[in-house]
T-cell receptor
Framework: AQSVTQLGSHVSVSEGALVLLRCNYS??????LFWYVQYPNQGLQLLLK??????LVKGINGFEAEFKKSETSFHLTKPSAHMSDAAEYFC?????????FGAGTRLTVKP | KAGVTQTPRYLIKTRGQQVTLSCSPI?????VSWYQQTPGQGLQFLFE???????NKGNFPGRFSGRQFSNSRSEMNVSTLELGDSALYLC????????????FGPGTRLTVL
């Protein structure tokens, strides 16, 4: 069965600093991997998606994620945090049957 | 294309009542999934419908049910509401079943008093 683990339920960075949100997955088949962002009182918005075309995936708002099969990881990064990046971020894994979400990481950006 | 729409956005009910939530997927999408989101349990999968058939079901009691219509619109029903059912209910649509990208609606905030 597939599963996702997000390391760190809360991450705090200063504005302009590197953002690194960690995600490890397990899957018995080559997975589809996703990062979603959720702003308060809103639904989830797709940031990026890995589908095996390229290991480095670029998403919206300057975010990117790198698929590392040997580490079963799909960490999300952004070189320079902006105040508007403050939100909750979810990693998800999907095979042919269903999609599983991680517990989420709340990102705080300090001025 | 219009996004996923959910109605109502907010709902207040009392224990023992039942509630029906509605979700209209993106035009052309045939898969609709429902999730419950709470601070304690996070995002939990309820069920997925594809072409009017329930394809997958999460670990929720039978009080939670759903259906999908021929136009792909979906409804979710919760009977005999409990305080613990208070949550944000999210609907997501996808073009195909399973691995395709899911696009989420804004959710329905249900409060049970």
């Amino acid at each position: 069965a597939q599963s996702v683990t997000q390391l760190g339920s809360h991450v705090s960075v200063s504005e302009g600093a590197l953002v690194l949100l960690r995600c490890n997955y397990s899957s018995s088949v080559p997975p589809y991997l996703f990062w979603y962002v959720q702003y308060p009182n809103q639904g989830l918005q797709l940031l990026l998606k890995y589908t095996s075309a390229a290991t480095l995936v670029k998403g919206i708002n300057g975010f990117e994620a790198e698929f590392k099969k040997s580490e079963t990881s799909f960490h999300l990064t952004k070189p320079s945090a902006h105040m508007s990046d403050a939100a909750e971020y979810f990693c998800a894994v999907s095979d042919t049957n269903d999609m599983r979400f991680g517990a989420g990481t709340r990102l705080t950006v300090k001025p | 294309k219009a996004g996923v729409t959910q109605t109502p956005r907010y709902l207040i009910k009392t224990r023992g009542q039942q509630v029906t939530l509605s979700c209209s997927p993106i035009s052309g999408h045939r898969s609709v999934s429902w999730y419950q989101q709470t601070p304690g349990q996070g995002l939990q999968f309820l069920f997925e419908y594809f072409s009017e058939t329930q394809r997958n079901k999460g670990n929720f009691p039978g009080r939670f049910s759903g259906r999908q219509f021929s136009n792909s619109r979906s409804e979710m029903n919760v009977s005999t509401l409990e305080l613990g059912d208070s949550a944000l209910y999210l609907c997501a649509s996808a073009g195909t079943q399973g691995s395709d990208t899911q696009y989420f609606g804004p959710g329905t905030r249900l409060t049970v008093l």
